[in-house]
C-alpha cells in the first residue's frame, strides 16, 4: 500500500523560529510537492521538486524553502515563522509513468500554529 | 493559465440523496481530470480520475466523464450515504503541477 508520511500532525511555534516539516514517501516517486490548505482558498502549491537536489517555485514559495537530498524526503523549511504562516500543510509524491501516473497521493497533513 | 472552477458548498443533503458537484476547468493542451475527497482529519485522497475526453471516472458509487465540448468534469453519486460526507476537490493535471479547485464540502444527514 502506497505510504506518504509527514513527521508531526500538530506543530505549535512561535514568530521567528525557524520550523522544519518532513515528509517521506514509499513508492519510489520522481516528484513531490508541498501545498498549504486555507479554508476557501483550497490548495496553493508552495514548491514542488521533479528530482534529488532539484526544486521548483510553486504559486506561493515566498518565506519557504526547501530540500530534497534523497529520493524519499521532501522538507519544508519556514525560515522565520509568522503568523500568517498558520495553515494546514499538505506533502504530496506522483509520478509521470505507470498505471497511475500523475495521481497525487497524500499525506495526512501537517497543521501548524504560529503564535 | 490553467484554472479549475467547482461550485461553493457547503452542500447539505438526505441520506439516500442524489449528488451533483460540478467542475469546470480551463486548460490548454488535454489535461487529466480528478477528483479527491478528504476525510476529516486526512490528507487528500484519489476518488476517481478521466484522462481523455469521453472517459468515465467511477468509484464507490461515485462517476464523474471527462467533457471537452464544455469543459467539465461533474461529480455524481445516485444515493449519497452519511460517509460520504467529506470536502471534495476536482483537480486537472497537465505535466508536473495539479490545478486543484477550491473544494465543495458536503454534509450527509440520517
Known amino acids: 500500500d502506497v505510504k506518504v508520511t509527514q513527521s508531526s500532525r500538530y506543530l505549535v511555534k512561535r514568530t521567528g523560529e525557524k520550523v522544519f516539516l518532513e515528509c517521506v514517501q514509499d513508492?519510489?516517486?520522481?516528484?513531490m510537492f508541498w501545498y498549504r490548505q486555507d479554508p476557501g482558498l483550497g490548495l496553493r502549491l508552495i514548491y514542488f521538486?521533479?528530482?534529488?537536489?532539484?526544486?521548483e517555485k510553486g504559486d506561493i514559495p515566498e518565506g519557504y524553502s526547501v530540500s530534497r537530498e534523497k529520493k524519499e524526503r521532501f522538507s519544508l523549511i519556514l525560515e522565520s515563522a509568522s503568523t500568517n504562516q498558520t495553515s494546514m500543510y499538505l506533502c504530496?509524491?506522483?509520478?509521470?509513468?505507470?498505471?497511475?501516473?500523475?495521481?497525487?497521493?497524500f499525506g495526512p497533513g501537517t497543521r501548524l500554529l504560529v503564535l | 493559465g490553467d484554472s479549475v472552477t467547482q461550485m461553493e458548498g457547503p452542500v447539505t443533503l438526505s441520506e439516500e440523496a442524489f449528488l451533483t458537484i460540478n467542475c469546470t476547468y480551463t486548460?490548454?493542451?488535454?489535461?487529466?481530470l480528478f477528483w479527491y475527497v478528504q476525510y476529516p482529519g486526512e490528507g487528500l485522497q484519489l476518488l476517481l480520475k478521466?484522462?481523455?475526453?469521453?472517459d468515465k471516472g467511477s468509484n464507490k458509487g461515485f462517476e464523474a466523464t471527462y467533457r471537452k465540448e464544455t469543459t467539465s468534469f461533474h461529480l455524481e453519486k445516485g444515493s449519497v450515504q452519511v460517509s460520504d460526507s467529506a470536502v471534495y476537490f476536482c483537480?486537472?493535471?497537465?505535466?508536473?503541477?495539479?490545478?486543484f479547485g477550491a473544494g465543495t464540502r458536503l454534509f450527509v444527514k440520517a
Open positions: 486548460a490548454t493542451g488535454y489535461p487529466s
Open positions: 483537480a486537472l493535471t497537465g505535466g508536473f503541477k495539479t490545478i
Open positions: 513508492m519510489d516517486h520522481e516528484n
Open positions: 504530496a509524491s506522483n509520478s509521470l509513468a505507470g498505471a497511475q501516473k500523475e495521481t497525487q497521493y
Open positions: 478521466a484522462t481523455k475526453a469521453d
Open positions: 521538486s521533479y528530482d534529488v537536489k532539484m526544486k
